[in-house]
């Protein structure tokens, strides 16, 4: 909340005094033409524009657009300076039946001198007007910069009046163009981004998407995924290639401190969609302990072989999977998996922390059957008594061979760990609260689980 405070603030202090490039309330035209407007890169037929007198937000003119079925076309502004690692403000008013949508001609070396377009506006009445304010990002310094309306028909009849165009330099403070590593990597104690509460400007393949938030990754590996907390626009997905802009925050909870923060990236000013369908990252398999750790956080990661040791809970629909290489909680943020208590599953999904440690798949697809191992059979291993007061003891007959145990509570966390040096070890449980646990044994690639009450 205080980064978007601070840019706010920000954007209430500096509005008088921004550097207008380009304002026009089209009262003036030329040969058929509004003055300022039909740049060299404009491809919309001029024949297709009229003075506006009837349907005006103010003055006494606008500019009319007949469109029909028109595919997508250009009116561009006239030449402007501008300036590379800035950004530009479009403001303006429009009515009628149309998609409508904002970029640059800057002359970059990519994409034949074209920034990408923003989110596209579509705009369906004949009668109430409808502001539009888009932001436009700079690559390359230019004195024969174009700012772009694209518009496009939505039917036969499609139409579109603008009014009351105003392009400045905007009041948001230049993003710092970042890599999502460079925003994740840290070596604070506090585990902070060395970019907290800075703007930033990142890209990345979406690997995950939420009704509150999404998920972005630029390469597979530690440090390369985050989470957006922002609404998603309608239709983004996952594989869509994107660039964000938006403040660097450290998320906390609200009531219990959390052992470390979560790094969000929140209050989008821009979200710009270049392409779909891209190949995402490779998943790192990881154990569910390592997956915990801070260079993991947003990143895709696959755990295998973890068994579902609780149901989804009734309210927050999360699961718990453990296994000899410790546990984890299954979210059910992007799908939810019903799970068959006692099953095993490789899971692929985004690590996330925000408080406990969880994996977020993202589709059934996510779910693999995981790897069987050998059970130890019940004339092999003993666990007793169950229920229990204060002591368990487990028997072993034969050879050790390294066995180890671990006791796991009912939220999947394993509270107890323990080499079995002795073919019958004796548990003291007397400082756990009563309740149900799994106590795991694992030898060489075998295990076997007991589930235990303990009862004071």
């Known amino acids: 909340m205080r980064a978007f405070f601070i840019l706010f603030l920000l954007y209430l202090t500096q509005t008088l005094n921004a550097q207008i490039l380009y304002q026009s309330g089209l009262e003036d035209w030329v040969e058929g033409t509004p003055i300022g407007l039909m740049g060299p890169h404009s491809d919309l037929p001029v024949e297709l524009l009229s003075e506006e007198t009837e349907t005006v937000h103010g003055g006494n003119k606008a500019m009319r657009i007949t469109l029909g079925l028109l595919s997508e076309k250009r009116i561009t502004t006239t030449a402007h300076d501008v300036t590379a690692g800035h950004l530009y403000d479009i403001r303006f008013w429009v009515l009628g039946r149309v998609r409508i949508r904002t970029g640059v001609f800057d002359g970059r070396s990519e994409a034949g001198g074209y920034s990408p377009y923003n989110t596209t506006v579509v705009v369906n009445s004949e009668t109430l007007w409808q502001q539009v304010i888009q932001t436009v990002y700079v690559t390359n310094t230019s004195d024969q910069a174009e700012f772009i309306f ?36 840290t070596t604070s104690p506090f585990q902070y981004s060395p970019l907290n509460y800075q703007f930033v400007r990142t890209n990345g393949i979406v690997t995950g998407v939420a009704s509150n938030s999404y998920f972005i990754q630029d390469g597979s590996g530690p440090w390369n995924g985050i989470q957006v907390f922002y609404p998603p626009p309608v239709g983004l997905d996952i594989g869509d290639s994107v660039t964000v802009m938006a403040t660097v925050a450290e998320f906390q909870g609200f009531e219990v401190p959390w052992e470390r923060t979560l790094t969000q990236l929140i209050v989008v000013q821009q979200l710009l969609i270049h392409s779909a369908d891209h190949a995402g990252p490779i998943p790192v398999t990881l154990t569910a302990i390592e997956a915990a750790e ?117 939220n999947g966390r394993v509270v107890l760990k323990e080499t079995l040096q002795t073919m019958k070890h004796t548990l003291d449980l007397s400082e756990f609260p009563n309740g149900l646990y799994t106590v795991s044994i694992r030898q060489d690639r075998s295990i076997r689980s007991e589930r235990i009450v303990i009862a004071h």
């Open 150 to 185: 694209a518009v496009e028909g939505t039917s036969s009849i499609a139409f579109a009046v603008i009014d009351d165009i105003t392009i400045t330099r905007s009041n948001l403070p230049d993003p710092i163009v970042a890599t999502i590593s460079e925003i994740q990597t």
């Open 294 to 410: 801070e260079q993991w956080e947003g990143v895709l990661v696959r755990i295998q072989d973890v068994e579902c040791v609780t149901l989804p809970e009734p309210e927050a629909f999360e699961w718990h999977a453990v296994n000899w290489q410790g546990s984890t909680v299954v979210d059910d943020l992007l799908y939810l998996h019903e799970p068959m208590l006692g099953d095993y599953y490789t899971i692929t999904g985004i690590a996330q922390y925000d408080g406990v440690r969880k994996i977020l798949p993202r589709s059934a697809e996510d779910f693999e059957a995981g790897v069987g191992i050998a059970e130890l059979g019940s004339k092999t291993v003993r666990v007793y008594p169950n229920p229990a007061v204060d002591l368990v003891t487990i028997e072993i007959n034969g050879p050790l061979d390294g066995a180890s145990m671990n006791v796991i509570d009912v």
